[in-house]
């Protein structure tokens, strides 16, 4: 779980900007927020990630943030205290997934389970 966590997570430090949307129909982070979470993103592909943390943590203080903010937040802490190996942190950090056998079906056909034939 934690592997897909950090996978997926390190996906937020491909290059790609996590702040800015392509389209109008994405959601943004709030005008309030976007100052600190482009300075926490930017310390975390510095490799910065205690001066991300704080910046996260600044940011989650912030009585404006949106739930769309709130999910960006988790979404970089979860990455920073992975890279600080705070493994029991980043998880709970990290949006819940579900991993019920049934989801995981949907999720992988049968050709690549093996100890499914």
Avoid at 9 to 36: C, F, I, R, Y
Wanted: charged share 25%.
């Amino acid at each position: 779980m934690l592997g897909v966590a950090i996978v997926g997570a390190s996906a937020l430090l491909s290059g790609h900007p996590v702040l800015a949307a392509d389209d109008k129909n994405k959601q943004k982070v709030s005008k309030e927020l976007a100052p600190a979470l482009k300075a926490a993103q930017d310390a975390l592909q510095a490799k910065k990630f205690p001066e991300a943390l704080a910046k996260l943590k600044e940011a989650e203080g912030n009585p404006k943030k949106t739930p769309y903010d709130q999910h960006i937040i988790n979404e970089l802490a979860g990455v920073a205290y992975a890279k600080t190996s705070n493994y029991p942190e980043a998880p709970r950090r990290s949006r819940p997934r579900s991993t019920t056998a049934s989801s995981m079906r949907r999720k992988c056909p049968a050709a690549s389970r093996p100890w499914h034939r």
